[in-house]
């Protein structure tokens, strides 16, 4: 996936402004090199908006990367070298590295969580929890972990909740209503075995089964028969997935894949050539 270019500009200009003031001690002609490294364990995320970055700020600036995007790297790993004038290199270095380091945990989140399920034929599922404006990007960095993604937003799936059942009178109803206004993909929350069977008679194309005991989704499981897609989601952690996964469920949703992300610590290093 490559980056929007009006973002990349938007981001960058959060950060400089109007100007950057301290990069104008550096005399203009100044060239320098710099190194990226990770000082933890991490899945490597986010190389072509890193590289966006310095290309809108000098397209003469070059990166030569020593990892491949998605790649699993230990602390203390040399990343990437790049070269280029030194002001839009310091300019530019906050901006890619949060991006990077955002994405990077985003990616090394789910690789765990992926992990975590490994051999169960279960799918992890990111949400619409995402941080505002970079919602592509983190869901770009799901799959680069080896999780899946959701529906994007609320224009490309239904996922008919609590509120919207009460607002139709019954999921039954919610579903009949859904059927005539588009043609995505249906998918029915329900927090209990009622609620299933109402959702299994109304045959929706996916069920969520919102913070179910493991016994309730067992016997969903049982119930369903393989008729429908069942995706589980609620109060569910790398401690416990794996047990949920083994219910038999097809998806798992986690928030926690976009939402609680801890960012990657990378350190840039920059110095002027002579």
């Known amino acids: 996936m490559q980056p929007n270019s009006a973002e990349i500009a938007a981001f960058l ?5 109007s100007g950057d003031l301290t990069a104008q001690i550096i005399p203009e002609a100044s060239l320098a090199t710099a190194t990226v490294i990770s000082r933890e364990a991490c899945v490597i995320c986010g190389q072509a908006w890193f590289n966006a970055v310095f290309q809108q700020l000098h397209p003469t600036i070059s990166i030569d990367w020593f990892c491949a995007e998605g790649a699993t790297v230990p602390a203390d790993t040399l990343l990437c070298r790049l070269s280029g004038p030194a002001r839009p290199l310091l300019s530019g270095e906050r901006t890619a590295l949060n991006l990077l380091q955002t994405l ?14 490994s051999g169960t034929g279960c799918k992890v599922l990111d949400t619409r929890k995402t941080l505002p404006g970079l919602r592509l990007a983190q869901k ?5 972990g080896g999780c899946f993604n959701h529906r994007i937003g609320l224009f490309d799936a239904i996922l008919i909740k609590e509120n919207h059942i009460i607002a139709a009178g019954s999921i039954a109803s919610a579903v009949a209503a859904a059927r005539l206004t588009s043609h995505a993909t249906i998918e029915v929350e329900v927090e209990n ?3 299933f069977q109402q959702a299994l008679a109304a045959k929706p194309e996916r069920i969520m089964l919102d913070n179910f005991a493991l016994a309730d989704m067992r016997h969903a499981v049982r119930q369903n028969a393989g008729q429908l897609e069942l995706e589980a989601s609620g109060n569910i952690t790398l401690d416990n997935i794996r047990t949920v996964a083994e219910t038999g469920v097809d998806y798992i949703s986690i928030g926690a894949l976009t939402k609680h992300v801890h960012a990657i610590d990378l350190s840039m290093r920059i ?4």
Do not use: H, K, W
């Open 104 to 117: 990077s945990a985003t990616a090394t989140i789910a690789r765990n969580y992926a992990d975590a399920v």
């Open 13 to 17: 200009a959060e950060d400089i402004g």
């Open 193 to 195: 075995l009622n609620e």
């Open 140 to 144: 770009y960095a799901v799959r680069c």
């Open 271 to 274: 110095e002027l050539q002579p």
